[in-house]
């Protein structure tokens, strides 16, 4: 499965962005997918996970501001981001949730202004 994220940008703090990840192969409607995030100088981190049927889970430091979402028909996975902070600057990335991860694509960068 090759991956690639896009849709990143500057927004001011408060707002929003939406992300997408595109995939390629067939493994990616039957397998669960993840939004990780990596700010400089840190540790890459899983913000939020999307079962192959739906169900969702996300890390506190997002929850109830983003939301997970994916279209098997179209192989896509998104991440809707709303009252976005500084804080979630970062670059965004898609990959399996738990296991061995697919090799890791392209990021979208996400820089929220304060």
């Known amino acids: 499965v090759q991956l690639q994220a896009f849709g990143g940008g500057l927004v001011q703090a408060g707002g929003s962005l939406r992300v997408s990840c595109a995939a390629s192969g067939s493994s990616f409607s039957v397998n669960a997918i993840g939004w990780y995030r990596q700010a400089p100088g840190k540790q890459r981190e899983l913000v939020a996970a999307i079962s192959r049927g739906g169900s969702t889970n996300y890390a506190d430091s997002v929850k109830g501001r983003f939301q997970i979402s994916r279209d098997n028909a179209k192989n896509t996975a998104y991440l809707q981001m709303n009252s976005l902070k500084p804080e979630d600057t970062a670059v965004y990335y898609c990959?399996?949730?738990?296991?061995?991860?697919?090799?890791w694509g392209q990021g979208t960068q996400v820089t929220v202004s304060s």
């Open positions: 990959n399996r949730p738990f296991g061995v991860n697919w090799s």
